[in-house]
């Protein structure tokens, strides 16, 4: 057989158009440079969380503008056949680019099934991950298939992993850990993982209101996670730990942190060596409460001293980005993960990550 590279990225977009998204913008730069060597390429990916098939996640309209921006016709390729897929990809012509319908219409994916692992690998002759979003999950097309093709990770996975495992490496000083957000819950294994490196933990979001909270604050009527007070009383314990002072209201609810807190942070940042941020500071969809987030945007694009590590759907949305590319200034990097990014820094176990490090480092 040819050599057929079989290849798992991110396209779990949910921004329109989809052509100026981060994930779609990281993913075809490296589509563009596989499919350069003549080999025909099979796009693996998969979108939302559907049980069996639905349409509206088909990935069957992302064919188009993957072609123009690989420069390259991608042929679309139902997967409810795989060995009727297989074979079309046999007979294909060199160079053929193919994208397979959304793996996770598929049953099995979502449990590291070694069965659909050994189906899936039949498309190709060798397996590049590169889906770093999803790489917190054992999901068969990131782990099973690994271990039916021969594997490596590819460049996004390793600028993600280089980039992010700054936060580790205590080598910059001042770090400034920047969390922000909906839940406190989501992000206080990342403050945890990382305090020890950091200098300052910045709190904002609705994420603050639980410390506000379990500082004696009133908070009246604002979101806050009651299971999470205790854990935010012990984090406050720590110096390094700021909770913003002033605050935007709507009726009761705290919905933005306030233009004296916006200006301590951004002091803050303007001033630090390595920046780590998730999560926007306030409700920033809504103009009015978007002074917050869109300070701390500035503080960070101003500070070319830094290098800055982004990332979060709202987060990089919050930047306001035309077009949203990885390194939007060569000192800040955007991370694709969410979730992944979160699990990643607070140093839990990368399930779709480690069987394709493990064969790396078998070699
Ligand atoms: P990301 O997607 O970047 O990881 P999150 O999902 O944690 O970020 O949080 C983003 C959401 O948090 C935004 O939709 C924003 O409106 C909301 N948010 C931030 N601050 C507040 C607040 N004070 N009250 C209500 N919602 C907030
Ligand atoms: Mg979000």
């Not at 490196?197 to 609705?206: C, H, I, P, Y």
Request: glycine letters at 8%; a positive charge.
């Amino acid at each position: 057989m040819d050599s057929t590279v079989l290849i798992r990225v991110n396209l779990d977009i949910k921004e329109k158009p989809i052509a100026k998204s981060l994930r779609f913008n990281a993913a075809a730069a490296e589509l563009r440079k596989i499919s350069k060597t003549n080999n025909k390429v099979v796009i693996l990916s998969h979108r939302g969380r559907p049980d069996g098939f639905e349409k509206s996640l088909s990935l069957k309209p992302f064919t188009p503008p993957l072609s123009k921006a690989i420069g390259r016709k991608v042929v679309f390729l139902d997967n409810a056949d795989l060995k009727k897929a297989a074979e079309n990809i046999k007979k294909a012509a060199k160079g053929s680019v193919f994208l397979l319908e959304n793996v996770r219409f598929l049953d099995g994916e979502t449990k590291n099934s070694s069965a659909l692992g050994r189906e899936l690998a039949k498309l190709g002759t060798e397996f590049i991950s590169d889906d770093f979003a999803t790489s917190h999950r054992a999901d068969t097309s990131l782990s099973a298939i690994t271990k039916f093709l021969p594997s490596k990770p590819g460049n996004l996975l390793k600028e993600e992993i280089k980039n992010l495992s700054l936060a580790f490496k205590k080598s910059k000083s001042p770090f400034v850990l920047l969390i922000g957000g909906a839940k406190a819950k989501d992000k206080v294994g990342v403050i945890r993982n990382l305090i020890r490196k950091v200098d300052l933990v910045l709190v904002g979001g609705a994420a603050a209101n639980t410390f506000l909270k379990a500082r004696g604050m009133d908070i009246k009527d604002s979101l806050y996670e009651p299971e999470m007070l205790d854990t935010a009383k012990q984090l406050l314990k720590n110096k390094k730990l700021a909770v913003p002072t002033d605050f935007t209201w709507e009726e009761d609810k705290i919905l933005d942190i306030g233009p004296q807190t916006a200006k301590l942070y951004s002091f803050y940042l303007r001033s630090a060596k390595l920046i780590v941020w998730n999560g926007p500071m306030g409700m920033f969809e809504k103009k009015r409460f978007a002074c917050g987030t869109n300070a701390i945007v500035k503080a960070i694009f101003s500070n070319r001293k830094a290098s800055a590590v982004i990332g979060g759907g709202e987060t990089v949305s919050a930047l306001g980005l035309k077009n949203q590319v990885q390194h939007p200034k060569p000192n800040i990097f955007l991370s694709t993960g969410g979730g992944a990014m979160l699990d990643f820094l607070a140093g839990e176990k990368m399930a779709g990550l480690e069987p394709v490090l493990k064969q790396l480092k078998k070699k």
